[in-house]
């Protein structure tokens, strides 16, 4: 998701009634959770913890309470924005340790990712699909 990209329905009604600052923390806390929204929020909650209770019972109130909801990522999703940056980190010539230290993704992503680079590089196919215009022998 890019960062001017439209929210997911859930995190924009948040956004439009809190407020941005009330639609980051939500996606912080519980992004990519599910997790049930309960009725009244107790101050001793996990929901309560993460979000304060004021905003829990607002959030929970907007949603509506005694539900099991998965919270998108939203802005928190960042599996674009990491390859970019991988494909960046392994241009300048870092080692896939170095970039799995540096970006956070698994090291199985990032020799993907470079291995993609590479056939691209080599005019090839990454193996998912066939040459539109095979190269004659």
């Not at 407020?19 to 806390?29: C, F, S």
């Not at 300048?92 to 993907?112: A, I």
């Amino acid at each position: 998701m890019t960062d001017d990209a439209p929210l997911p329905d859930l995190l924009e009604r948040v956004e439009e009634a809190l407020g941005h600052a009330a639609m980051l923390k939500l996606a912080h806390a519980f992004g990519g959770q599910r997790i049930n929204i309960p009725n009244k929020v107790r101050p001793s909650s996990r929901w309560a913890k993460h979000l304060g209770v004021e905003l829990a019972q607002q959030i929970a109130d907007l949603i509506g309470g005694d539900t099991d909801i998965t919270v998108p990522l939203g802005p928190m999703a960042h599996g674009a924005r990491a390859r970019r940056r991988v494909t960046a980190l392994l241009g300048e010539g870092k080692s896939t340790n170095e970039v799995v230290r540096e970006v956070g993704l698994h090291e199985v992503t990032v020799r993907r990712l470079r291995r993609r680079m590479r056939d691209s590089d080599a005019g090839g196919t990454d193996g998912r699909q066939s040459d539109l215009f095979p190269k004659a022998k």
